[in-house]
């Protein structure tokens, strides 16, 4: 059997699918104008009309205000593998995505929000937080090691069944007995699930609450997110964006560098990311749920020295200390090529980076696939971008940049806020 591309339906009126927000300020207000605000639009548009994604939905923020916020396409019922099993629904700005690894920035604000708080310490072995974890040469891995995918056991190979993740405790036993792929602490390898039931379980054991509930607590409150959560409640999962598996179907040798990572296929990671079982347990490294405006109000939160609005969420020490760098494009041995990365976060660079053109200073993370969060102090925004298609062999990627290059492009510098 011939193998075929998968595709989503794109109606010829995108109009008819696309949603404004009604917080959208004047661009002027914001050192733009509504050319600016037209032509991201008309990139955003060109993604959608890509058609490898069932739905797409931008926040951005500028100046601590929310310039443009819109969505285009269904958040459930167009997707190639839920048409008549899901009613066809228009996405908004208030639909809730899952932000898969772009919650790992979420998972570092809180390690450091509580390093700060002299609830923990960065640089403790894990094994003083949970004495089981420091077998087979691991007593001496630390809490940064593994927020700086360092801490060599970057996967637990072919544990990938959804019921695991419900099951902390069974995962924390076999994080115990793993032993280390890598030397621990010195070499880079992304830790795609791995990393965050070890920090979860470490914010339990300090704060005696879930990571969950300091989330909701101490950050999303605060900055009154719509979302914001490890997870959703099973009675809202209906209004969430189905995620599906699109384009062609994934060759070899980057097969195998997903599967690697996830410990799962495309196609099987995106069932997980749709099983109740997944979106209702706590998954420190991949299961945050977030509308586009909750993500960009993380990184406003972040650029603004950790107050916003009113609300004095954390210290400006704590968003230094989340910058710091911690390597400088050394090749990730889990992805295959080199990333800028700071403490829990990736990092921008000159002349190209992971958040558009031109942006050295800008910080954040991605998410499966192409899910992004970044806050960029040269031109004062920040950022959520939220997508439910999953592709990786699609064309699609000159799209995708040249929407982060318009945002940066069509978002001017202002002067220095260092």
Same mark, same amino acid.
């Not at 008819?16 to 300020?25: H, I, M, N, Q, Y």
């Not at 926040?59 to 601590?64: D, Q, S």
């Not at 300091?214 to 950050?219: M, S, T």
């Not at 494009?329 to 090529?337: H, I, K, P, R």
């Given at each position: ?23 959208? #300020?004047?661009? @002027? ?29 931008l #926040?951005?923020?500028?100046? =601590?205000?929310?310039?443009f916020? %819109?969505?285009?396409?269904?958040? @459930? =019922? ?7 099993v ?13 932000i ?20 923990l @310490? ?19 891995i ?13 996967s637990?190979?072919?544990h ?7 099951k ?5 036993g076999?994080?115990? $007995? ?18 965050? +039931? ?6 339990? @054991? ?7 509930d300091?989330? !909701?607590?101490?950050?999303a ?19 969430m ?10 060759? +070899? ?6 599967? %690697? ?10 069932e ?44 400006? &020490?704590v968003?230094? &200390? ?6 400088y494009?050394?090749? $990730? ?5 080199p990333? !800028? ?8 660079? %000159? ?9 050295? %200073? ?13 806050? $960029?102090? $040269? !031109? ?39």
């Open positions: 059997m011939a193998l075929r591309p998968i595709w989503v339906d794109v109606p010829d009126d995108v109009s008819a699918v696309t949603t404004v927000g009604e917080a959208e #300020c004047d661009p @002027r207000s914001v050192g733009m104008d509504d050319a600016d605000v037209a032509a991201i639009h008309a990139a955003m548009e060109a993604l959608y009309r890509s058609r490898t994604q069932p739905a797409v939905t #926040c951005i923020r500028r100046a =601590g205000r929310v310039v916020n %819109r969505a285009i396409g269904h958040a @459930r =019922g167009n997707g190639p593998d839920d048409k008549g899901n009613p066809l629904t228009l996405a908004t700005p208030s639909t809730p995505f899952c898969f690894s772009a919650s790992k920035a979420i998972t570092a604000v809180v390690m450091h929000l509580l390093d700060a708080q002299d609830a @310490r960065l640089d403790d072995p894990v094994s003083e937080y949970i004495p089981g974890f420091g077998k087979h040469g691991k007593r001496w630390t809490i940064r090691h593994v927020l700086t995918h360092r801490a060599g056991i970057p637990l190979n072919k990938s069944d959804p019921d695991l993740l419900t902390p405790d069974l995962i924390l076999l994080l115990c $007995d793993a032993k280390p792929t890598l030397p621990p602490g010195r070499r880079l390898a992304y830790h795609a699930v791995t990393g965050g +039931f070890i920090m979860g379980e470490i914010v339990k @054991r300090v704060t005696g609450q879930t990571i969950a300091v989330l !909701r607590e101490q950050i409150e605060p900055l009154g997110c719509d979302v914001l959560s490890y997870g959703i409640d099973p009675d809202r999962a209906h209004t964006a189905h995620n599906s598996f699109t384009g062609w179907p994934v060759p +070899f040798p980057v097969s195998a560098i997903i599967r %690697r990572a996830l410990g799962a296929s495309m196609e099987h990671a995106c997980i990311s749709n099983d109740e079982r997944f979106l209702s347990a706590i998954v420190p490294s991949g299961n945050v749920v977030a509308t586009a405006n909750d993500l960009a109000l993380v990184y406003d939160l972040l650029l603004h020295k950790g107050t916003l609005g009113g609300a004095a969420v954390m210290s400006p &020490r968003v230094r &200390r989340l910058r710091q760098e911690s390597s494009l050394e090749v $990730d041995l889990t992805l295959g090529m990333i !800028r990365y700071g403490q829990g976060v990736m990092l921008g660079a %000159r002349p190209i980076s992971m958040f558009g053109p031109d942006t050295p %200073r800008a910080f954040g993370h991605y998410g499966f696939v192409n899910i992004a969060g970044w806050a $960029d102090p $040269d !031109r004062d925004i920040a950022v959520g971008l939220l997508t439910s298609g999953k592709p990786i062999v699609a064309g699609h990627f000159l799209d995708f940049y040249r929407l982060l290059t318009t945002i940066s492009r069509r978002c001017p510098k202002v002067p220095s806020r260092r």
